[in-house]
């Protein structure tokens, strides 16, 4: 069974905890961010995980996880051949996701062109191997 996105939080309507499922297709990324109070895990249930904080790029395995702090930029992509499934956890929640917000947050995935794809490449492998003390 194929677990698409979901977003338990509308489900329960929690306003301290989020929790998400993420499916990322073969190469594709969702929106560079960050949250002003969020504290967010990302865990990957699927799948090997990539995933850039800040400056560093990092390679997840298969029920590994990072722990990603407020105003820290991040974003979850797949520059691989398979699909990977990511649960996100996070707390307090941010006000954009609570029910009758104005604004509401980009979730979807977006599909890496062949540019896009050449420059992350590129990038991971001209750079340094990430050693993060938040990386589980």
């Not at 050449?118 to 001209?126: D, L, M």
Request: avoid cysteine; glycine fraction near 8%.
């Amino acid at each position: 069974m194929k677990i698409p996105h979901a977003d338990f939080l509308e489900r329960t309507g929690s306003e301290n905890l989020g929790a998400r499922l993420w499916r990322l297709p073969s190469k594709s990324a969702n929106t560079l961010h960050k949250h002003v109070r969020a504290e967010e895990f990302y865990f990957v249930l699927e799948g090997v995980g990539r995933i850039r904080v800040g400056d560093e790029t990092l390679t997840v395995a298969k029920y590994g996880g990072v722990l990603v702090g407020p105003d820290q930029l991040r974003q979850v992509f797949n520059d691989t051949d398979a699909e990977v499934l990511w649960l996100i956890v996070g707390a307090p929640e941010e006000l954009e996701f609570l029910p009758g917000a104005k604004t509401k947050p980009d979730l979807a995935a977006k599909r890496l062109s062949e540019q896009e794809n050449a420059q992350w490449s590129a990038a991971v492998s001209s750079g340094p191997a990430a050693e993060m003390s938040n990386i589980w």
